[in-house]
């Protein structure tokens, strides 16, 4: 089984800022097969990327999505109020199973 | 727009048996895989099981293999999950998750139900 890791735990940032999540897998992962997901407290998770770098629908442009083989990064342009939540990667694999990281929360500092 | 609503969650005591319901809709429900993905309280995210659109093929995380079933009732858009011999470490919240336009990942996704498993 594929194991993803999420660094790092947890992100202190300003409003405005950058920020970079990464997503490392235990074996290499298809690009295909690699999405994110956004959780805020109390809701539902959101997808905002699949297929590695694809938004899905009505996710902001400030969201964008990279990487390939075992390291995938999701990057966040310039931090808005509503940003500072939950986010998870997750893969397909085969068997088949999905498996998620552990989360990074990016929190405001 | 898509809706996913579900249902039946409450309170059961280890070993007992619970069914959840997802009612959906706004969207062709026989076309899509639906999934069930499970969150224990302050913890991250855990697939439990994922159904083929028409009902015939299921997969299940190992975790619940033998204890739980899911199925789904096209006719009237509806996702359902068997949990039997349940134990403490099943308490969550459940969501009701659509599959994409592949099965790779989820792309809408309820409001979740809590399962608490205690005596």
């Known amino acids: 089984e594929i194991v993803m890791t999420q660094s790092p735990g947890t992100l202190a940032l300003s409003p405005g800022e950058r920020a970079t999540l990464s997503c490392r897998a235990s074996?290499?992962?298809?690009?295909?097969?690699l999405a994110w997901y956004q959780q805020k407290p109390g809701q539902a998770p959101r997808l905002l990327i699949y297929?590695?770098?694809s938004r899905a629908t009505g996710i902001p442009d400030r969201f964008s999505g990279s990487g390939s083989g075992t390291d995938f990064t999701l990057t966040i342009s310039r931090l808005e109020p509503e940003d500072f939540a939950v986010y998870y990667c997750?893969?397909?694999?085969?068997?088949?199973?999905?498996?998620f990281g552990q989360g990074t929360k990016v929190e405001i500092k | 727009e898509v809706q996913l609503l579900e249902s039946g969650g409450g309170l059961v005591q280890p070993g007992g048996s619970l069914r959840i319901s997802c009612a959906a809709s706004?969207?062709?429900?026989?076309?899509?895989?639906m999934n069930w993905v499970r969150q224990a309280p302050g913890k991250g995210l855990e697939w439990v099981s994922t159904?083929?659109?028409?009902?015939?093929?299921?997969h299940y995380a190992d975790s619940v293999k033998g204890r739980f079933t899911i199925s789904r009732d096209n006719s009237k858009n509806t996702l359902y999950l068997q949990m039997n011999s349940l134990r403490a470490e099943d308490t969550a919240v459940y969501y009701c998750?659509?599959?994409?336009?592949?099965?790779?990942?989820?792309?809408?996704w309820g409001q979740g139900t809590l399962v608490t498993v205690s005596s």
């Open positions: 706004g969207f062709s429900f026989s076309t899509y895989a």
């Open positions: 297929g590695t770098s």
């Open positions: 998750a659509k599959g994409g336009a592949t099965i790779y990942y989820f792309d809408y």
């Open positions: 159904v083929s659109g028409g009902g015939g093929t299921t």
């Open positions: 997750q893969q397909y694999g085969t068997s088949p199973s999905w498996t």
């Open positions: 074996q290499s992962v298809s690009s295909s097969y």
